[in-house]
T-cell receptor, first 114, second 115 residues
Framework: ELKVEQNPLFLSMQEGKNYTIYCNYSTTSDRLYWYRQDPGKSLESLFVLLSNGAVKQEGRLMASLDTKARLSTLHITAAVHDLSATYFCAVPADRGSTLGRLYFGRGTQLTVWP | NAGVTQTPKFQVLKTGQSMTLQCAQDMNHNSMYWYRQDPGMGLRLIYYSASEGTTDKGEVPNGYNVSRLNKREFSLRLESAAPSQTSVYFC??????????????FGDGTRLSIL
């Protein structure tokens, strides 16, 4: 069974600081998704990473994918309070399949304080 | 543009009662999914429907049944609710993954408490 591990699970950081969230997965996959969830809300898609070496950036967030290492990172640059949320990575369960099943990490709860 | 709509948003049940959670999407997506989210556990797939007319079990299907009523609607039924099924339930939809790079789109969730 595919396992997806995120770390850290809890992250408290000061505004203006940089930090990286890590997502490791246990089997070969050629794509990975990052989602954001605000408290009590739904999940919002942040990034879709489709190949080895893929890098996507939006605002203060940058995501990358290393399929050989089975690792994705979500880097936060100069954090602001609005980035406080829970971040999930998700990996397809069936490589090359159209079934679309996803396995999610447990999430990283990020709190940015002044 | 509604996206994925779930009803109800909140529900309290007694142990042993049954209920159906409704989900509808207006994006002409082929695939639909039901997840549950428990504190500290991330999302776990209950059932999914890769296309209209098909349904399959996910990671945690026990105690649930589903119906893909048509292309738009995918319902989740609890036949005899148990306290362990207290959770937040999310419905999601997507274009068939192998044909698209698009992510899954999620509804707002149903918060279900079973006493």
């Amino acid at each position: 069974e595919l396992k997806v591990e995120q770390n850290p699970l809890f992250l408290s950081m000061q505004e203006g600081k940089n930090y990286t969230i890590y997502c490791n997965y246990s089997t070969t996959s050629d794509r990975l998704y990052w989602y954001r969830q605000d408290p009590g809300k739904s999940l919002e898609s942040l990034f879709v990473l489709l190949s080895n070496g893929a890098v996507k950036q939006e605002g203060r967030l940058m995501a990358s994918l290393d399929t050989k290492a089975r690792l994705s990172t979500l880097h936060i640059t100069a954090a602001v309070h609005d980035l406080s949320a829970t971040y999930f990575c998700a990996v397809p369960a069936d490589r090359g399949s159209t079934l679309g099943r996803l396995y999610f990490g447990r999430g990283t709860q990020l709190t940015v304080w002044p | 543009n509604a996206g994925v709509t779930q009803t109800p948003k909140f529900q309290v049940l007694k142990t042993g009662q049954s209920m159906t959670l409704q989900c509808a999407q207006d994006m002409n997506h082929n695939s639909m999914y039901w997840y549950r989210q428990d504190p500290g556990m991330g999302l776990r797939l209950i059932y999914y429907s890769a296309s209209e007319g098909t349904t399959d079990k996910g990671e945690v299907p026990n105690g649930y049944n589903v119906s893909r009523l048509n292309k738009r609607e995918f319902s989740l039924r609890l036949e005899s609710a148990a306290p362990s099924q207290t959770s937040v339930y999310f419905c999601a939809s997507s274009v068939r993954t192998g044909l698209s790079n698009q992510p899954q789109h999620f509804g707002d969730g149903t918060r279900l408490s079973i006493l």
